[in-house]
């Protein structure tokens, strides 16, 4: 931090000895036009201290600020009543994670979409900051809820979590049959860059453990990421995240103890349920309307919820055919119609006019 604010404050003072152009692509409505961008030494110097604060940031979130809000949870929840001290700490942690949650997603973007000049609205930051913090809060408080009720099965629970996250992005690397990553870190060797590789995992599996970690790992990638924008993870991570919190959250109505006999447990569950489901929503919004790279997507939210309405509509109207009576228009049917003429019946009609003009001729001469 020293560091960073010295060469903040000497930025500018002194004549750069070279400058390196980057090109980046700007999005200007449906257009993409490549500009030129000069940087500086002193510039790139900040934009690595930057981007390792926002790394650190991540971390101390998602290894500091959740366990901490986690446990004073569930301290609150034990004792039952809520300190003053108490409740401004688990805002500063509940702040603190959703900034990280938050950061983790501009990277994530900035990373996918490297080549293009990102620039978000705080309509999108808005979006981000709701999404995130439901989601968070609902996920913590689901946790806690479950491990008053049920102790020592919220560790499996924990424990299966990051166990699953940890091991997934290493079954694809070796059902893919890569190798490891090179330019991870300088001058390490093979078992040095599979510690890193694994603390990266570990931070991972921790992240997704309380919320989408917007990434999705790959090894054998120089960046660790992979670039491009998984929906079937996403899907499927949502989906799958929906279904723990509501099984974990049944299970603490059937074996929560005497003290939730003043708090209404029903009404909790719903508010729980429908504020995930408020999460899910923003953050489809977020990838519908203000997403700054949407524009490059090939499918886009309102495209797949489309594809699921047809395929819905199409079944629904294959049911019904099968359950009607056949229809008149592919039954066979019999028509009457009034006889034909002795003149169309004559076997010279169905010739050509020349080959009937010859016939007769012979017929004649005959």
């Known amino acids: 931090c020293f560091e960073a ?19 980046k692509i700007t999005l200007e409505g449906s257009l993409e036009v490549p500009k030129e961008l000069e940087m500086g030494q002193t510039e790139r110097m900040l934009a690595t201290h930057r981007n390792a604060f926002k790394r650190m940031a991540i971390i101390q979130a998602f290894l500091g600020s959740t366990p901490q809000l986690t446990l004073q949870l569930y ?19 509940l702040i603190s ?17 490297d080549n293009y000049k990102v620039q978000l609205r705080p309509g999108a930051y808005l979006c981000m900051v709701v999404w ?9 408080t689901t946790l806690v809820l479950f491990s008053t009720a049920l102790t020592h099965w919220v560790i499996l629970v924990g424990m299966a979590n990051l166990l699953f996250f940890f091991f997934l992005p290493w079954v694809e690397f070796w059902a893919r049959k890569g190798s490891l990553a090179e330019g991870v870190e300088k001058n390490f060797s093979k078992l040095g860059t599979t510690v890193v590789l694994c603390m990266f995992t570990l931070l991972y599996a921790c992240i997704n453990v309380f919320c989408w970690s917007a990434v999705k790992p790959d090894l054998t990638h120089q960046e660790l990421i992979e670039r491009k924008q998984s929906w079937s993870s996403l899907v499927m991570y949502y989906s799958g995240r929906f279904v723990e919190n509501f099984v974990l959250i049944t299970l603490w109505y059937n074996f929560k103890s005497d003290f939730y006999e003043y708090v209404c447990a029903p009404l909790l569950v719903v508010q729980l349920l429908i ?11 977020f990838y519908q309307f203000c ?25 629904r109207a294959r049911s019904r055919r099968g359950n009607m009576p ?3 228009s592919t039954a066979a049917t019999m028509v009457l119609v009034p006889e034909e003429p002795l003149v169309l019946l004559d076997p010279h009609n169905s010739l050509p006019p020349d080959v009937a003009r010859q016939l007769g001729a012979q017929e004649s001469s005959a």
């Open 75 to 93: 301290a609150t929840i034990q004792e039952k009543y809520i300190l003053s001290t108490r409740l401004a700490l688990m805002i500063i942690t």
């Open 291 to 315: 997403h700054p790279c949407r524009r490059l997507f090939k499918y886009n939210v309102h495209d797949c919820l489309r594809c699921v309405c047809c395929r819905r509509a199409g079944r």
């Open 275 to 285: 504020c995930y489901s408020l999460a899910v929503l923003f953050m489809l919004l």
């Open 97 to 113: 994670i959703t900034y990280g949650a938050l950061v983790c997603s501009v990277l994530a973007i900035q990373v996918i979409y």
């Open 326 to 328: 056949p229809s008149y």
């Open 5 to 23: 604010l010295v060469v903040y404050f000497k930025a500018g003072k002194k004549e750069e000895p070279y400058v390196t152009i980057t090109r």
């Open 132 to 140: 995130r913090a439901l989601e968070i809060t609902t996920r913590v």
